[in-house]
Structures are given as C-alpha cells and as structure tokens.
C-alpha cells in the first residue's frame, strides 16, 4: 500500500512540475465528450475500456484524483481520452486532447501506445509523461517517461550526464 501511494504521489508531482514548475494545482474530473470548447486541462489518455489493462488504467485514474484532491490552490481540470494499443488510436486521442485545450498529457500506459506517440515526435506540441518506456529512445521535446523499469532509468540519469557534459553519473 505505501508503494502505490507513493506511485500516486510521484504521478502528481510529475505534471504539476512540468506543467507549473513546481506551483500546485488540484484537479477535477470532467468528462472529455461533455466540454464542446477549448479550455486548459490534464489530459489522461488511459486504456480505460481495454479489459486486460482496464485494472491498471483505474488505479492511475484513481491515484491522480487522490493526489489532486490533497492539492488546494488551484483547480485544473482532468479529462480522461480512453485509448486502445493501435497508433493510430493513440495518436488520434492526443491530437484531441490538444485540440480540446490540454496543457499536460499523461499517458498512455502500454509500451506500444508510448511507442507510436514518442515516434510521431511532431504531433508531440504540449509537455507529455507517458506511463512506459517507448521501444527505441527519441529525443522528442516536451516528451517524458515514467517507468520503473531498472534499465530505462540508469539510460536516463546517463544521458542527462552527458548532456551537462559529466562523465560519471550515480543513481540511488
């Protein structure tokens, strides 16, 4: 149970950081299909209807608005785009959410899903977290990767390295 609170805890501050830099913002749920006009809010795009990913699209779904509602400054509303594992699925539903005013997008969940979108790079216009690691790396900008995949993160932390041009890096 602490592990998942503090998987919830880190999704959360993960989109308040790149969305704000670091000011809070609390979300609330709307629905996607009801908002007809463009307004600022997180996009979710969640494997919602997908059955053998529908538990693990519930419990990000359920942790976000748990995080949030710990959250009192500002109200930034959440909407949930429901996606499958086709690419061109995925990258339908970010292009909506864009179009539809998202200033964050979280998602999508499958390791295919995160694939399409990281390899589409152009469609990539508004900071993204995706919930998995892409097959092959890109350099995409505004696109991020949550996972807790051993490999990926050592990757990362090395890249960043030599970015800032170290030749050693140390992860705990």
Same mark, same amino acid.
């Given at each position: 149970m602490p592990?998942?609170?503090?998987?919830?805890?880190?999704? /959360? @501050?993960?989109?308040?950081?790149? /969305?704000?830099?670091?000011? +809070? $913002?609390?979300a609330t749920e709307a629905a996607?299909?009801?908002e007809t006009g463009r307004s600022p809010h997180i996009a979710l795009l !969640?494997?919602? &209807? @997908?059955?053998?990913? $529908?538990?693990?699209? &519930?419990?990000?779904? $359920?942790?976000?608005? =748990?995080? +949030?509602?710990? &959250?009192?400054? +500002?109200? !930034?509303?959440?909407r949930i785009y429901a996606v499958t594992d086709d690419a061109r699925n995925v990258i339908d539903a970010y292009r909506k959410a864009t179009a539809a005013g998202a200033q964050v997008v979280v998602g999508p969940l499958t390791r295919s899903g995160v694939s399409a979108l990281s390899s589409a790079g152009d469609v990539i216009?508004?900071?993204?977290?995706?919930?998995?690691?892409? =097959?092959? +790396?890109?350099g995409t900008a505004n696109f991020y990767t949550l996972s807790l995949q051993l490999e990926a993160e050592a990757r990362q932390v090395a890249q960043l390295a030599l970015s800032e041009g170290r030749r050693k890096a140390l992860t705990v």
């Amino acid at each position: 149970m602490p592990r998942r609170v503090f998987h919830r805890f880190a999704i /959360l @501050w993960l989109v308040r950081v790149l /969305l704000y830099g670091g000011v +809070s $913002a609390c979300a609330t749920e709307a629905a996607a299909s009801t908002e007809t006009g463009r307004s600022p809010h997180i996009a979710l795009l !969640l494997p919602t &209807e @997908w059955q053998a990913f $529908a538990r693990a699209a &519930e419990a990000v779904r $359920a942790g976000f608005f =748990e995080a +949030s509602s710990k &959250e009192t400054v +500002s109200v !930034l509303p959440i909407r949930i785009y429901a996606v499958t594992d086709d690419a061109r699925n995925v990258i339908d539903a970010y292009r909506k959410a864009t179009a539809a005013g998202a200033q964050v997008v979280v998602g999508p969940l499958t390791r295919s899903g995160v694939s399409a979108l990281s390899s589409a790079g152009d469609v990539i216009t508004v900071k993204t977290l995706a919930l998995n690691v892409p =097959e092959r +790396s890109t350099g995409t900008a505004n696109f991020y990767t949550l996972s807790l995949q051993l490999e990926a993160e050592a990757r990362q932390v090395a890249q960043l390295a030599l970015s800032e041009g170290r030749r050693k890096a140390l992860t705990v």
